[in-house]
């Protein structure tokens, strides 16, 4: 199975913060719209209702991830790695006034790692 989303040292450290200050019931969401950048935002479970278009990618720091159906199918061919910056992420995301953004990078996955995930798409129905 392939890791469709991995965590840098630094956002698992800000992850743990956020869980120290907000409890440990987090969930991560990245979808396409204008007010939320495009990127990974964090979330009270309270604060976002997942819907049956959402994809789950795999956990960071323990926290669940989802992505839009549609941004899924942009990213699909890509490994995503959720890093941090310096800085406002002008967002709804939980570390908003810790000085820091949760930052979405990627990487192109290699032949045999992209069969893997059309082959776990395909069992999966996607």
């Known amino acids: 199975m392939v890791e469709r989303v991995t965590a840098t040292a630094a956002t698992l450290e800000l992850i743990e913060q ?28 309270t604060d976002l209702t997942i819907g049956p278009y959402d994809v789950h990618l795999g956990e960071i720091g ?10 899924y199918e942009y990213w699909k061919h890509t490994q995503l790695i959720i890093d941090v910056v310096e800085g406002h992420g002008g967002t709804f995301s939980l ?7 949760f930052h979405t990078r990627s ?16 069992a999966l129905g996607r």
């Open 18 to 45: 956020l869980k120290a200050e907000h409890g440990p019931d987090l969930i991560f969401h990245q979808s396409g719209g204008c007010c939320d950048n495009s990127a990974a935002n964090c979330y009270l479970p």
């Open 107 to 122: 990487r192109l996955y290699d032949d045999a790692e992209m069969a893997a995930v059309e082959a776990e798409d395909r």
């Open 62 to 71: 323990g926290v669940p991830f989802y992505i839009s159906a549609s941004q």
């Open 95 to 101: 570390e908003g006034g810790t000085g820091k953004a």
